[in-house]
């Protein structure tokens, strides 16, 4: 999701439930995206990328759904944990310079034993 | 181990002066980038550079400076032409063009507070 001012969205969800946590990209000639991961104080780490010729990708208890028609991301993370609550980021590259990212400002994801 | 590496990692500088961010790796990567990240707020690219002794404008660019003078090393200079330096600093590096991945392997950053 897209936030307004300083207050991140945030997505709040219990021990072992699925999260899903959503983004809206805003050039429809992006060609590639990708979710990163950033825990505090710390640089972000990627997860997973898709490119737009595909409508999902899954990895390791996480997958991404692509919808260009409504130019919209999302991750979904299965059995969450504790170690899963960070700031989540999509980002969208539209064809400009390998790895010149836009990203979006985050979803922060809190995990409750 | 193969990374990038950013230093310092917290640093204090007083209104006027210039600081410079180091940012070094070890991926044999052509790209390499600064971003500032503000509380609450996405990445915003300031420099990035393609190539040794290359380098371009970002979204964000005023009032700061870099330089690419080896492959490995791409340091940020927070000059006092900056209004609002306080925030935290990434760095990034990428494999570059015709790599077939877009992915971005970040530093662990560096946090400036202007006192």
């Known amino acids: 999701g897209e936030s307004v001012g300083l207050h991140l969205p945030t997505l709040s969800v219990q021990e072992g439930d699925n999260s899903i946590i959503n983004c809206a990209y805003s050039?429809?000639?992006?060609?590639?995206f990708i979710w990163y991961k950033q825990e505090s104080g710390k640089g972000p780490q990627f997860i997973i990328d898709i490119r737009s010729n595909m409508d999902k990708r899954q990895g390791q208890r996480v997958t991404v759904l692509l919808n260009k028609t409504v130019k919209h991301l999302s991750l979904q993370i299965a059995a969450t944990q504790p170690g899963d609550s960070a700031v989540y980021f999509c980002?969208?590259?539209?064809?400009?310079?390998?790895?010149?990212?836009?990203f979006g400002k985050g979803t922060k994801l809190s995990v409750k034993p | 181990d193969g990374g990038i590496t950013q230093s310092p990692k917290y640093l204090f500088r007083k209104e006027g002066q210039n600081v410079t961010l180091s940012c070094e790796q070890n991926?044999?990567?052509?790209?390499m980038y600064w971003y500032r990240q503000d509380p609450g707020q996405g990445l915003r690219l300031i420099y990035y550079?393609?190539?040794?002794?290359?380098?371009q404008k970002g979204d964000i660019a005023e009032g700061y400076s870099v330089s690419r003078e080896k492959k490995e090393s791409f340091p940020l200079t927070v000059t006092s032409a900056q209004k609002n330096p306080t925030a935290f600093y990434l760095c990034?590096?990428?494999?570059?063009?015709?790599?077939?991945?877009?992915?971005?392997?970040f530093g662990e950053g560096s946090r400036l507070t202007v006192l």
């Open positions: 990034a590096s990428s494999p570059g063009e015709g790599s077939g991945t877009g992915e971005l392997f």
């Open positions: 980002a969208e590259n539209y064809g400009g310079s390998q790895g010149n990212l836009i």
């Open positions: 050039n429809s000639a992006s060609d590639y």
């Open positions: 991926l044999n990567h052509d790209a």
């Open positions: 550079s393609q190539i040794v002794n290359d380098f």
